[in-house]
């Protein structure tokens, strides 16, 4: 008796407590696994959940009868494990994460128990062995179900999504739209002299692509790839710009170099002159921008540069930027003093809310900088999403750039009438807005915008046939005129947020025919359109493929939407189960029942009230306000781009308004109101989107990396040079923790590329808070710096005085989960370091 009590009390040692707590997490991790893979077996899922959930409990049993044969079952389950990750994902690293690393941790785990277990009872093998001859059953009906489930969803998943799928389908007359006769070949223009020449890029930087046919290209080369290893940051400059409490920060200033200035936009519109080469502060203009202007968040893309034919050079305002503020001015400065323009509309200043009828401050509200064409200064502005169908205006005007008099209006929703609208009357509310980047053409005189949805944009029952034909289009206008060149719109009623975020890239690009002046248009949708900017041509081939039907208005939906087919594009295969993710095993769990809940039959499935519905892309897939970088001389186009989901969901109207969401111009959200749901008010839905389709509780993304790349292609024989993850792992991680981890996940990246003549790719964009240089041939990684603060704006590359620089504004940005910053940082090699030490002491801050 008493030595079966001192075995018993050995029994309950160190080693058997550590077996239990084991044990116990087991349990904690095996009892939803099971459960969770039993339902997902319900919904048509994988089948491997449930018995490795199984395995886990039964492991934990064993364990706390102190039985060996729990390392036995748990084996058992790890390699089950093994060929079911490899089967599923292959050697993709990252796809493996939630497969593998939690069950490997769990071996360690187990294996350390070892000290406190015996061999089993006999009068328990037999039923050990039966449940582990079940277990390694399940495992191997895993492949058969799994086959025959994926089987279903896609026929050969991983084909190109550049092959057609079915034959072509002629555009619906109704949603597509272009020039009256785009295919006849394009006459001689006679060409309105220019009263303005954009000057280059080179030792300027004069506009935000360069210059206004955004090319983001630099003829400078004294920064090779052989040298670039050595850039170091030369001066640090910080506007005093910042949030006091909780308003959204998130510059994307790009700054203008005209001269020996460097001229750039704060987060609240201040515009700044810095000495080009010492980054010492000259002037300032603060044209106190109150805080509640700010919609999503406080945001300057930009300056416009205008040096007047017709006044002397050392008159005022000779030489002026001009500037959109988020209160909804066009305000003119004088380059050399920061004085405001006097003989520019009211001394200085132009009212944009004129016509616009019914606002409230941070619902119209212009992000980006006006396009200069000639000597028009074309204005548009954001209008912030999803608030209402009664919002104001997207009308687009032509303000002459040393008069600030309006010169024209295009108003879709009134077309022919090109000044105000009468008294009592209003622009055309609710139509599609510019909220990104135009480009221009001085010699054709065409201004080329790329347009977003009308309000709202995940309905759109009663949108206008004008609004029909121009939603998510690009369209050029006459800038001398105000009227459509030609348009053409990349997706048929979109009800999906894919608005064209993108400023487009003029270029002569090569056919068998010789260069044709070109425009491309990269979308959110990871595709290129390219055009003849004269007549809108296509020089890319462009079928209509049948999509989804259904969802809340399936009487309105377009039934197909096209595809560009004959150049390379980035558009993802469709999403399948296997691709979900998240650190474990549980939440790829949770992750996998999501995506087997919700409605998707792939790209454009539309928007659902029923249950949630997933977006692949969502809106901001593919490329955005950075667009991309174009070297003419080796003709390589470099873009950046996202892969990233969202998953949706209509909420009828009187479930938001019980909400307490309410547009901006009714009260705004409620306080304990949710945040991921938008009113759309005048209709009967709002709108809920978890963006990035997020995991609860580790904040991890649904979907599996790379969540951004980048690539190189070459114009001129339409194939991909390089493409590959872009961004590091080092700044994100679950519930918010930086990893610190150096490799490359492919983040989601906003903003753009600076290309050289020496070959080198400078861009900051990723979440990973670094600005780097990249050799455009290979792709190589040559240079990186750590940045203060989030880089998601594109940087401007100039010279001074024989000395090359990189400028990059490190403003951070809220929705892209970066740290807000107030900082513009150059850097220069080191040998051009004396001259600017010299004036500055250590360097200028």
Same mark, same amino acid.
């Given at each position: ?205 004069? /506009?935000?692509?360069?210059?206004? %046919? /955004? ?18 940051? $030369? ?82 305002? /000779?030489?002026? &930027? ?12 004088? &380059? ?11 001394? =200085? ?8 009828? %019914? ?122 005129? =105000? ?57 890319? #081939?462009?079928? #209509?493929?049948? &999509?989804?039907?259904? =969802? ?5 939906? +377009? ?17 399948? #189960? ?48 950075? =667009? ?27 479930? $938001? ?20 749901? +938008? ?74 590329? &600076? ?29 990186? /710096? ?26 951070? %940005? ?32």
């Amino acid at each position: 008796m008493a030595e079966a009590r001192a075995r018993h009390t050995t029994d309950r040692g160190p080693t058997y407590w550590w077996a239990v707590i084991v044990a116990v997490l087991l349990i904690a991790f095996g009892a939803p696994i099971a459960a969770g893979g039993l339902y997902l077996i319900t919904l048509g899922g994988s089948w491997y959940y449930l018995p490795a959930g199984i395995g886990l409990l039964l492991t934990a049993f064993l364990l706390i009868r102190q039985d060996r044969t729990a390392i036995g079952v748990y084996l058992l389950t790890y390699i089950g494990t093994l060929a079911w990750a490899f089967w599923e994902a292959g050697f993709n690293g990252w796809a493996q994460v939630p497969r593998l690393v939690a069950p490997s941790v769990v071996l360690l785990l187990v294996l350390s128990t070892w000290p406190a277990l015996k061999r089993g009872r006999r009068s328990f093998g037999t039923g050990t062995a039966a449940t582990a001859v079940t277990i390694a059953g399940l495992f191997a009906a895993i492949g058969i179900a799994n086959h025959s489930v994926e089987s279903t969803l896609a026929q050969d998943t991983d084909a190109p999504v550049t092959e057609p799928a079915t034959a072509p389908v002629p555009a619906p007359e109704d949603t597509q739209a272009t020039t009256e006769d785009t295919a006849t070949p394009p006459t001689p223009l006679d060409v309105t002299p220019i009263n303005f020449a954009m000057p280059e890029a080179g030792a300027d930087w004069p /506009a935000y692509g360069g210059t206004h %046919h /955004a090319t983001r290209y630099s003829p400078l080369s004294q920064i090779t790839r052989d040298n670039v290893g050595d850039l170091e940051l $030369v001066w640090e400059y910080r506007t005093g710009d910042m949030p006091e409490e909780d308003e959204r920060y998130s510059n994307q200033n790009t700054p203008l170099k005209i001269g020996n200035q460097l001229l750039l936009c704060s987060a609240m519109n201040k515009v700044i002159s810095l000495d080009a080469q010492t980054g010492l502060e000259r002037w300032r203009y603060d044209p106190q921008v109150p805080t509640d202007a700010i919609p999503y968040n406080a945001t300057c893309r930009g300056l416009a540069y205008y040096a007047s034919p017709t006044l002397e050079s050392t008159e005022l305002c /000779a030489e002026r &930027v001009i500037m959109n503020t988020l209160d909804a001015r066009l305000i003119a400065v004088d &380059v050399a003093t920061g004085q405001l323009c006097s003989d520019f509309g009211n001394g =200085g200043i132009v009212d944009l809310e004129q016509g616009l009828g %019914h606002t409230v401050p941070g619902w119209y509200a212009p992000t980006s900088p006006p396009t200069i064409v000639r000597n028009v200064a074309v204005v548009y502005s954001q209008v912030r999403d999803n608030q209402r169908r009664d919002a104001p205006s997207g009308v687009v005007r032509g303000y002459d750039t040393e008069s600030g008099d309006m010169l024209w209006a295009w108003d879709m929703g009134r077309p022919g009438e090109k000044g105000l609208p009468p008294e009592g009357e209003t622009y055309t509310r609710g139509t599609p807005n510019v909220w990104t980047i135009a480009s221009g053409d001085n010699e054709l005189g065409h201004v080329y915008l790329p347009l977003g949805n009308s309000a709202v944009d995940y309905w759109g029952g009663m949108r206008s046939e004008a609004e029909n034909t121009y939603s998510t289009a690009l369209v050029a206008l006459d800038v001398t005129t =105000g009227d459509v060149a030609w348009f053409y719109q990349t997706v048929h009623y979109d009800i999906w947020d894919y608005d064209l975020g993108s400023q487009g890239s003029l270029v002569d690009f090569p056919t068998e025919n010789g260069p044709v002046p070109a425009l491309i248009l990269p979308t959110k949708q990871a595709m290129f359109w390219i055009f003849d900017r004269r007549t809108g041509e296509l020089l890319v #081939e462009v079928e #209509e493929r049948p &999509v989804p039907q259904g =969802g809340v208005e399936p009487e309105r939906l +377009s039934p197909t939407q096209p595809f560009v087919v004959d150049f390379p594009n980035l558009l993802q295969p469709d999403l399948l #189960e296997k691709h979900m993710w998240g650190m474990t095993p549980l939440d790829q769990l949770w992750c996998r029942i999501q995506y087997r809940q919700a409605y998707y039959e792939g790209i454009y499935t539309p928007p659902s009230a029923d249950r949630n519905w997933i977006q692949w892309p969502g809106y901001n897939g593919g490329s955005d306000w950075g =667009g991309v970088a174009i070297d003419p001389v080796r003709n390589i186009m470099v873009a950046n781009y996202n892969n990233t989901a969202n998953l949706n969901r209509l909420i009828p109207r009187e479930d $938001v308004d019980a909400m307490g969401v309410r547009s901006i111009d009714q009260g705004g959200r409620e306080d304990g109101a949710p945040s991921n749901v +938008s009113p759309q008010g005048d209709t009967p839905w709002g709108i809920k989107v978890n963006a990035g389709w997020r995991v609860p509780f580790t904040d991890m993304l649904c979907t599996q990396p790379p969540y951004g790349g980048i690539t190189a292609i070459d114009l001129t024989t339409r194939e991909v040079l390089w493409d590959k993850p872009f961004g590091t792992a080092r700044k994100n991680g679950p519930f918010g923790i930086p990893s610190m981890l150096p490799f490359d996940i492919g983040t989601p990246n906003n903003a753009g590329a &600076v290309v050289t003549a020496s070959g080198l790719i400078f861009i900051a964009a990723t979440t990973d808070d670094l600005i780097r240089a990249m050799d455009i041939e290979s792709g190589e990684v040559l240079w990186e /710096a750590e940045l203060p603060a989030g880089g998601q704006a594109g940087p401007a590359m100039y010279e001074v005085d024989g000395q090359q620089f990189l400028v990059i504004n490190a403003g951070g %940005h809220s929705f892209m989960e970066t740290p807000i910053g107030d900082y513009f940082l150059a850097y220069a090699l080191p040998e051009t370091h004396a001259a600017v030490d010299a004036m500055t002491g250590e360097g200028a801050e």
